[in-house]
C-alpha cells in the first residue's frame, strides 16, 4: 500500500512539471519572442564622396579707399562700368548721404524696369520678393523691400514718368557732394562682392593641369590685399578639389555630377567636370564648373562638399531579418500565405539599423515592394506555418 502511494505521488510530480514546463513555454512564446513582421519598401540611396575645396573666379579688386569705405550697392548685385559701386567718407554727413544714393539707386533701376502699369508693378513686386525667399535669394532683399514700400505702400501721388527725371536730378546732386565722399566706381562690369579675402589673383587659367601640391600652396596663405570690394566678371565659377585617384576614377572631363555643398552654403547643382587631373601621391585635382548663381557664391571660398557618384536602388529590410547560413549565404523569410519563404538576399549597403537588399525583379525571387518580411519569430524554418 505503501508503495502504491509513492509511485502515485512520483506520478503525479511527472505530470505536474510536464504541464508547467507545457505551461511556461508557451507563456514564453506569447509574451516574449512575438511574430513581427515588416513590409518590404523600396529604398534609395546616394553614393557621395565627401570633398573639401575651394571656389575660383575671375575677379578684379577694387582700388584701395580708407578706412571709412561704404558699398552703395547689395552683395551679389550685377554692376555696369563706371557705375558708383562704394564711397569712401570723407566727413560727418557722407553716411546719411551714401544711404540716400543707394536708395535713389535701387528706385531709379525700378522704375526704369516698368511699363508704366503701376498695378503690374505692385504685383510683379510682390511675386519677385516671393520667388527670392522661395529660392533663398537674398542678394536683392534691400532692392525688393524698397519695390514693395514704392508701389503698395505710397500715395501714387507722383507718376513715374513724372519721379524718374526727378530722381536722377537727385542723383546728381548726392554725387557731387564731393565734400563729403569720394565715390569708388567700377573699371568694369561684373558681380560685386565687399569680401576681399586674398586669394583673388588665383584665376581659373591656374588651375589647368594642376597638381595637388602646387594647388595646396596656392590657398596656403592668402596675399595681402585691401580694396573696396571687388567684382567678379565672369558668370562661370569653378568649384576645385583633391580627391583620391579611386575616387576621381567615377569622374571624366565633360560629364555632369550633381555636387551638394554644406556647412556655411547649402545649396545643391549640377555641375560640369572641367578636368581631372595628373596622379600625385595617389591623390589628383578635380575641376568642376558652374555658369548660374554666381550671385551666391561671390563672397564664398572655402567649402565642403558631397560629389553624387550614382544612385542605388533596392529594398530595405530590417538587420534583424537576415540570416546568415553556415556556407555565407545571406537570407530572409517572406510570409507566403500561412508559412515561411526562405529568400537568398544579396546585400547592396548598409543603411543605418537596416540593410539595403537587391530587388527581386532582378534576381528572380518573391521579395517585391510591399511583400511581408518576417523580422522575428519562433524556431522559424522555410515552410513553417506561420499565419
Aim: aromatic share 6%.
Amino acid at each position: 500500500m505503501k508503495r502504491s502511494d509513492l509511485f502515485i505521488r512520483l506520478t503525479a510530480g511527472v505530470l505536474f512539471l510536464a504541464v508547467a514546463s507545457y505551461v511556461g513555454v508557451y507563456i514564453y512564446n506569447s509574451l516574449v519572442v512575438t511574430f513581427v513582421t515588416s513590409e518590404a519598401i523600396g529604398y534609395s540611396i546616394e553614393e557621395t564622396v565627401p570633398t573639401q575645396g575651394y571656389i575660383v573666379r575671375t575677379e578684379t579688386v577694387l582700388s584701395d579707399a580708407g578706412s571709412s569705405v561704404l558699398p552703395i550697392v547689395s552683395e551679389g548685385e550685377k554692376v555696369a562700368q563706371g557705375q558708383a559701386v562704394a564711397v569712401e567718407l570723407l566727413g560727418r554727413e557722407a553716411l546719411e548721404t551714401a544711404e540716400e544714393i543707394r536708395s535713389v539707386n535701387m528706385r531709379i533701376a525700378q522704375l526704369e524696369s516698368l511699363g508704366g502699369d503701376m498695378e503690374v508693378a505692385a504685383l510683379q513686386s510682390v511675386v519677385s520678393l516671393s520667388r527670392a525667399v522661395h529660392s533663398g535669394d537674398l542678394s536683392r532683399l534691400d532692392e525688393l523691400s524698397l519695390s514693395i514700400h514704392a508701389h503698395i505702400f505710397t500715395d501714387g501721388s507722383i507718376a513715374p514718368s513724372d519721379e524718374l527725371p526727378l530722381l536722377r536730378e537727385r542723383l546728381r546732386a548726392l554725387e557731387s557732394r564731393s565734400e563729403y565722399m569720394r565715390a569708388v566706381r567700377a573699371p568694369v562690369s561684373g558681380t560685386f562682392s565687399q569680401t576681399v579675402d586674398g586669394y583673388e589673383q588665383i584665376s581659373p587659367d591656374a588651375l589647368n593641369d594642376i597638381l595637388p601640391s602646387r594647388l595646396e600652396e596656392l590657398f596656403a596663405e592668402p596675399s595681402y590685399t585691401v580694396g573696396a570690394g571687388k567684382l567678379v566678371t565672369e558668370f562661370r565659377w569653378y568649384y576645385v578639389t583633391i580627391l583620391d585617384v579611386a575616387d576621381a576614377a567615377h569622374m571624366a572631363a565633360g560629364s555632369r555630377m550633381t555636387v551638394q555643398f554644406s556647412g556655411v552654403f547649402h545649396a545643391e547643382f549640377v555641375m560640369l567636370v572641367e578636368s581631372v587631373g595628373r596622379r600625385e601621391d595617389g591623390r589628383c585635382v578635380v575641376v568642376f564648373s558652374s555658369d548660374i548663381n554666381i550671385h551666391n557664391v561671390a563672397a564664398l571660398r572655402s567649402l565642403r562638399a558631397d560629389v553624387v557618384l550614382g544612385t542605388i536602388n533596392g529594398i530595405r529590410v530590417p538587420r534583424e531579418a537576415i540570416h546568415l547560413d553556415d556556407d555565407g549565404t545571406t537570407f530572409l523569410y517572406l510570409q507566403s500565405g500561412v508559412r515561411a519563404e526562405r529568400v537568398d538576399v544579396e546585400i547592396l549597403r548598409e543603411a543605418g539599423d537596416s540593410y539595403l537588399v537587391r530587388d527581386g525583379s532582378e534576381t528572380g525571387t518573391p521579395l517585391r515592394t510591399g511583400a511581408t518580411i518576417i523580422v522575428r519569430a519562433n524556431d522559424l524554418f522555410h515552410g513553417k506555418v506561420v499565419g
